[in-house]
């Protein structure tokens, strides 16, 4: 067997990719909820319900696509760069932390300043905390060429450790008997509610207008310009002028930035202070959302709200039906590995023998 | 005529809606050298690639010495004593020739190699036929034409009956080349079949037996090479009567607009060493050399992608900029070699590409903001004025073919986007035309369509700089020519001071001897 290169993507490769990929996810979650020993149709239709079948379930899904849609963005525009930063996992906790020393009550009382410039003031140094995380292994990328997939992946877990000195010294939040927890924000710093008597906040917006942003500026700018030329292909970009160094590095601000808001919205939107396990693995997500959305940040949108539908439906219907909640993991697992062979399949052919 | 070890019967492939081979059948006999002959595209290298089991044929058959090959498999192809050098080295750099020669043709099972024996044997292949080289020499160590060697002895020493050459004299010099030659008329005295695949009319009349011309995917025509001429080839192979490009001389030579004096770069493989060059309006100064000995570099120094350590370059008079955009605000028009790689950004739409070396400068961007329809308006005109097909606007520069691609990057550079409203020709002449490898690859039809726009550009004013492989094409075009050898560049003299064999000595490195003759 062996994958020839096509010359065209016939039309019906391009309506069928998807609907295949749609198809053959549901039939290998569809095998393992058998195997559970649930009813199949039952399931989905929980799963469905659990995910954006009520007001309720609708406001959860959002609230837990907007740190996606951030990091999504993040590796968004830092793949379309052939920047492989896995660290947005990382700058979100930067992030998080930055927001929380600008914003946090220390000794009771919040820095003196108002409530509007402060509000402004931690989300800058959120996403200069997350951008500045990343400008160290992009730079040795661009110098040195020392690669970013490890750099970015072990800062991580510099990052939690410093987190967790954080949260166990000079942050510690003194009224939480012991618990590692940060001190909590200041109340007028918090982001409003979306629909009152759920937990979807504002940040919602920001997330969508940054997607947009980001959306215009790889569109319409020469820095997307750039960006695109960079990643397709670096030696003709630098051939016809592209400044190599400086996208690269306008690229990881940009990138880090985005990742450190996630966490500073995180924050700001729903927890109001930060704990060692404010994010089940976001920054990982991100990257299976810009994959699912082929690096299209109005995409990624998208992507989100669907990854944070299954992990939030999946947790309602394990409840009704004895099928665990890892489901919703194999879900999206299996649709990013589905999407990405369909994509394949449009542009190659499978030859037997 | 003699016994046939090679038949093809109507081979047939298909990609997608390309017929590459469309029901081909060709013969070879034993000892003859059969030409295989046909431009880019014409379906020479999908036709070896079936033959050596790298694709599957859609219908057809081949025999080999009466037995039928299996298709799509390359060690049943070997088994049946075809081999074949391809035209990008498949050595080892870091081994010795013996070990590179033995690679692979001994069992994984065996306790030990068996290096006293396959010395002997290579010994004695070698000089059967003609071919010295030094067995423990490192193959990084050599030179291109060595390295080729290594890879027909690696052939022969499998005993193969039947090789397959893919354009072999591209990266040679004109001694090298006849000393292949030679080697190949031993080959076949020894009763061995070679299919030497080329787009060179003169060489394979020179080296073949018989010729077989592919057309887009057709086999046109097949002849004796005593009985036919270039000009009968070349009307085969493109289909229509062509006439070879002729020498143009510069009719009026104007002042300075390009001085290298003592321009070196870091110390590297492919470096400059102190090249002073001074380069005119109003003529082609051709650059000749065995590829990596510097050329590449210049042609890279030129184009603002490679810094100098050394020496000084002046554009009109003033210091050359580093940056590719001033470069090309000051009206340096630039053609790398590599149109896929270094030109065009394959995954963007031929727009983008199209304004991509001048997107910084204020006509097509404002601010951050890229004037879309004005960059567009100016895509359409390049694709109109250097008739770019296959394409609009938005689809993407890799679905364009090679030479639509080429018109597209010599669109970008001579077209300036001022000629849009402005009809003042002079004024938007480049100043200096950096062309590497310009024709490269390209169909007949291509090639003479770039070489009348240097020529045009020549005429209006620009100095132009001609990097090229091609002896034909540096001594047609080339107003003055100059030998590049190990990173040195030799005196610029008149093409017509130049022969092919003086040319030859000085890209081996004889310079002085040149001169002396």
Redesign the interface.
Known sequence: MRLEKRQHSSPWALVLAPIGAVAFTLLVSALLVRWAGAPVGQTYALLLQGAYGSVFALSETLTRAIPLMLTGLAATVAFKARLFNIGAEGQLYVGALAAVAVGGMHDGTGLPLPPMLLFVLMLLSAALAGALLLLGPALMKARLGVDEVVTTLLLNFIVLLLVSLMLDGPMKDPTAMGWPQSVALMGELELAKLIPQTRLHTGLLLAISLAVALWALMKYTVLGFDIRALGANPRAAAFSGVPVTRTMVAVALLSGALAGLAGAIEVAGRTSYLTLDMSPGYGYSGIVIAMLAALHPLAVVVASVFVAGMLVGADSMSRAVGVPTFIADVIVAASLISVLVATLLTQYRVRWK | MIDRVLSLSNISKR????VANDAITLDLQAGEILALLGENGAGKSTLVSILFGHY?ADAGSITVFGKPLAA?DPKAALAAGIGMVHQHFTLADNLSVLDNVMMGSESLWQVHTRRAAARDKLAEVAQRFGLTVDADALVAKLSVGERQRVEILKALYRGVRILILDEPTAVLTPQESESLFAVLGQMVAHGLSIIFISHKLAEVLRVSDRVAVLRAGKLVAQADARNTTQAQLAQWMVGHAVSPPQRRPSQRTGQAACVLHQVSTAPARDRLDGVSLTLHGGEIVAIAGISGNGQATLAEVL???RRITAGRIELMGQPLPH???QL?ALGVA?I?EDRH????????PVW?NAV??R??SPVF?RA???K?RIAQDYAKAVIARFDVRGGGPGTTARSLSGGNMQKLVLGRALMHPGSLVDTDTRAFTPKLIVAHQPTWGLDIGAVAYVQEQLFAARDAGAAVLLISDDLDEVLTLGDRVAVMHGGHLGQAKPALDWSRESIGLAMAGAQDVAHAT
């Open positions: 990609f997608g809606n390309l599957t799509g184009c603002g992608t940056a590719p955009s090309v630039r790398p790689g270094v030109g065009l950004v394959g995954d963007l983008e991509s070396e997107l910084r961007s951050f903001w890229v879309r």
